[in-house]
């Protein structure tokens, strides 16, 4: 973190937050005031049972934040999380719910700047020449315009909330590799994809990594999970079309919430 940054935050600040929403364990987070911002990925697109308050943000009731904010009953908790989020709109609409008594965010954010949807569907309705230079042209976005973009936004969330402590997870890849024999699109588009969310993951780590913040890593929870895999946690192409290619219900579940949950206890080590 930049000494910039590591001003606003001492360490006894620190060493509080983390603690009030890890070290009663899965029963409280007494004291702890929840934001969770992003997008379809935190919003819980392709969960089910949306909040039909929320409109064409679909917020679901089995997202990772209601469930985090359930088994750790927060003193605060505010869902600002919308499909179709990307840093702009996070950074415009969303951070109004940041404040100084802020102590917990999470957040997913990136994918939709580098056109997750047009890519998916040019793999989906178009030529394996189509989708690879589709993928190619999202990943030089990620490698060279999104770091910039990330790190406005950072700066954006500290300066809202420059208590709190911040964990950014990061997106699963779509398909098992090398799953031969499986229906739908073939390896090689499988397979670029599967770059794709690699490159977005690593892009985004290093931005993290930048502001002091925390990176979460879903791909090992969704290790052997994959679409493909028989015991899958994603959506493929499905109706609404807008759940396709978003985690399901058991994909929050079993796969986000625990990567929150070990970023958090990793903040903790961190601070010892």
Known sequence: ???????????????????????????????????????????????????????????????????????????????????????????????????????FVTMTVGGNDAGFAKVMETCVLQSTANCEAAVKNAESYMENMLPGRLDSLYDSIRSKAPSARVVVLGYPRLYLQNSAGCVGLNQTKRTVLNRAADTLNTSINKAVARAGFVFSDVRDEFSGHELCSGDGWLNSVTYPISDSYHPTARGHANGYLPAVNSAARRSLAAQR
């Open 1 to 103: 973190m930049h000494a910039s940054r590591l001003g606003a935050i001492t360490l006894g600040t620190a060493m509080f937050t983390v603690c009030s929403f890890v070290a009663a364990g899965s029963a409280s987070a007494a004291g702890t005031h929840y934001v969770a911002l992003g997008d379809s990925y935190s919003s819980g697109t392709g969960a089910g049972a949306y909040d039909p308050g929320a409109g064409t943000c679909y917020r679901s009731a089995n997202a990772y934040p209601k469930l985090w904010a359930a088994a750790k009953s927060p003193e605060s908790f505010k869902f600002a999380a919308c499909s179709g989020a990307t840093t702009a709109s996070v950074a415009s609409g969303q951070l109004g719910s940041l404040s100084s008594t802020t102590t």
